[in-house]
């Protein structure tokens, strides 16, 4: 699929048709809806229920505010391995999402109820999978440790709430490139940049438990002193330091600590991850486009077209995308029709040929492609969410809305889904469920009283008393219950 970033704001009911609805019944489900009492820790004013709650309401900020990468590969690929990680680590008490955020600086942060978010330059600075995980291990276990929601009971005690609303925008603030850190330093004042700063203590279990995670889920520990050796590089080589030590300072003696922690493990080779250069490329050649990263995109090239095989093919995948991205379509089926015959389960390669296919009007071969591939891999959200948009450039829109309708149902947080939906009822003038598909994607954002309105609108267009209509109107008192929720930490 083309990737996508923060969705342009919606104008895009285009079907003027009233009609009754091809499609299922269909609950939308919130994951906060369905999550588990988890208690309070003792002794803590915020329960873990808070920080979730604290966390979701983040997180539509985040999608509203920020340049989120929207892209099922990309974000396939950090979420499973984040869950590598966290499956690994201890005193996981919250379920952990991770998100991708297009920023040319080196940075990542943990946010309440388990969210964690990559700025995508840690995929041009990071050589290989293990010190990309080393970032989000460390990450990670500053969640687990619960570092963040003990700084605000340390600092306030009395009004937890409210400051971290100040802390909460602070986060939004720093994942938006716009804002910088001038703006940033100047007006906030030096209080609230201590608040977020953490403690060397929290550093040193971050880093010292962090390394621990790492190696227990098969990664070379040497990969958390190596990436902090490129952090540590660029304070010298470049005029401005990187983003990620404001928030998780460097002194040398946290680089010396973690290079003697990493020679204490046995000594670990892992192989090249094919899915990190991939991962790699995808994100150079389509993210943060600017002369610095395209030098740094063609420097990477050159390096690996004399590389290992694995190097070639990942340089290859690169020159796909770039011809695809100027519009050259054949030169890039020509280059990618061979290693789809050699890897023909490899499904950054198989979406970049659904891609090609549907630019060239050959919507029916990538749908056959698809339907194959997802016999090997039923669950693949990649290949589901391909195959749906290649039905709906088929025209097969009811086949389309079978498998959009499992797709939001399985991954009900990931706007993908519901744009693809809505789209896919506009093509069948259902106006009705376009306007609810596009109230999901609104809630996603925040937007509660547009997606509301747009929900009420839908009920009104649907036969009085269908199930149709009392979905709508469940939907409406659950994202009333949810604003009302999140009304607390504005
Ligand atoms: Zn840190």
């Keep these: 699929m083309k990737l996508r970033l923060k969705k342009p704001l919606v104008a895009l009911l285009v079907s003027a048709l009233l009609s009754t609805s091809v499609v299922p019944a269909h609950a939308a489900i919130d994951i906060e809806d369905s999550l588990p009492d988890m208690g309070t820790t003792a002794g803590s004013t915020l329960s873990i229920n808070q920080e979730i709650a604290m966390g979701d309401y983040y997180t539509r900020q985040l999608r509203n505010s920020a340049p989120l990468v929207f892209d099922p590969l990309l974000s396939n690929y950090i979420n499973n391995l984040g869950q590598k990680l966290v499956s690994n680590a201890s005193s996981v008490k919250t379920p952990f999402h991770f998100y991708l955020v ?26 290989n999978e293990s010190e990309l995980a080393s970032v989000m291990a460390h990450e990670i276990t500053h969640v687990t440790q619960r570092h963040l ?34 703006t940033f330093t100047g007006s906030m004042a030096g209080m609230q940049q201590n608040m977020i ?25 040497k990969g958390m002193p190596d990436f902090m050796q490129i952090l540590a590089d660029q304070v010298r080589y470049s005029s401005k330091p990187p983003e990620m030590l404001l928030t998780h300072p460097l002194p040398d003696s946290r680089l010396s600590d973690a290079r003697s922690r990493a020679s204490q493990f046995p000594a670990r ?6 899915d990190f250069l991939f991962a790699k490329m995808r994100v150079l050649t389509m993210l943060t486009k600017n002369p610095t990263s395209e030098n740094a995109l063609q420097t990477i090239l050159d390096q690996f077209k004399q590389g290992t095989a694995l190097e070639r093919s990942a340089a290859n995948y690169a020159l796909i995308l770039i011809y695809s991205r100027d519009r050259k379509f054949d030169d890039a089926r020509k280059l990618l029709t061979p290693m789809l015959e050699k890897e023909p389960n490899n499904i950054w390669l198989i979406d970049a040929m659904t891609d090609i296919d549907l630019e060239q009007n050959r919507a029916s071969d990538a749908v056959a492609r698809l339907q194959l591939a997802l016999k090997q891999r039923p669950n693949n959200n990649v290949l589901i969410a391909n195959l749906a948009n290649s039905y709906m450039h088929n025209k097969q829109y009811n086949e389309a809305n079978r498998l959009l309708y499992r797709y939001t149902f399985d991954n009900p947080s990931d706007p993908i889904g519901w744009q693809l939906m809505a789209e896919n009822a506009a093509k069948q003038g259902d106006r009705a469920h376009e306007l609810a598909a596009y109230a999901e994607d609104l809630a996603l954002r925040g937007d509660f009283e547009t997606a509301i309105r747009y929900l009420g ?8 008393g269908s199930n149709d209509q009392a979905r709508f109107d469940a939907r409406i008192d659950q994202l009333r219950k949810i604003q009302q929720r999140d009304s607390q930490f504005k």
């Design 149 to 182: 929601a003990r700084m605000l009971e340390d600092q306030a005690k009395t009004t937890p709430l409210a400051l971290a609303g100040v802390l909460g925008s602070i986060l939004i603030f720093m994942a938006n490139p716009n804002a910088g850190l001038a």
């Design 457 to 464: 609108d839908a009920s009104r267009q649907v036969k009085l």
């Design 269 to 274: 080779q892992v192989p090249q991850s094919a």
């Design 102 to 127: 297009n920023n040319p600086n080196i940075n990542a942060f943990a946010y309440f109820g388990g969210n964690i978010v990559l700025h995508s330059a840690l995929f041009r600075y990071s050589r």
């Design 197 to 221: 700063t953490f403690t060397q203590m929290n550093e040193q279990e971050a880093d010292r438990i962090g390394i621990q995670t790492l190696y227990r889920a098969g990664f070379d520990p």
